[in-house]
Nanobody, 119 residues
Framework: QLVLVESGGGLVQPGGSLRLSCAAS????????LGWYRQSPEKERELVAT???????NYADSVKGRFTISRDNAKNTVDLQMNSLKPEDTAIYYC?????????????WGKGTLVTVSS
């Protein structure tokens, strides 16, 4: 089992910055990637950024150049540094982990943390 707990959300003005953190507890066996997704009332849940166990990263086009994902394998954490925030970044941000065993992927999700970008 794997439990993910997010922290760091809050209210920020447009152009500001926030850093989200996700702590994973439990077995990290065969975890091939960690990442962040977000969901707003107007949209379905969408990928924000992912990072593999080897350190390769992937970003949504809408956040490229503004957000940076990083992980600390020793602490089992994954962070999302968000800069130049826009009102459209307002959403609940969810931490995600993907475990791959025998070519089958299992997704784990945190409960989410709210990010509000508003003046």
């Amino acid at each position: 089992q794997l439990v993910l707990v997010e922290s760091g959300g809050g209210l920020v003005q447009p152009g500001g910055s926030l850093r989200l953190s996700c702590a994973a507890s439990g077995s990290m066996f065969s975890i091939k990637s960690l990442g962040w997704y977000r969901q707003s009332p107007e949209k379905e849940r969408e990928l924000v950024a992912t990072i593999t166990s080897g350190g390769s990263t992937n970003y949504a086009d809408s956040v490229k150049g503004r957000f940076t994902i990083s992980r600390d394998n020793a602490k089992n954490t994954v962070d999302l540094q968000m800069n130049s925030l826009k009102p459209e970044d307002t959403a609940i941000y969810y931490c995600n982990a993907v475990r791959s065993i025998l070519k089958r992927d299992m997704n784990y999700w945190g409960k989410g943390t709210l990010v509000t970008v508003s003046s």
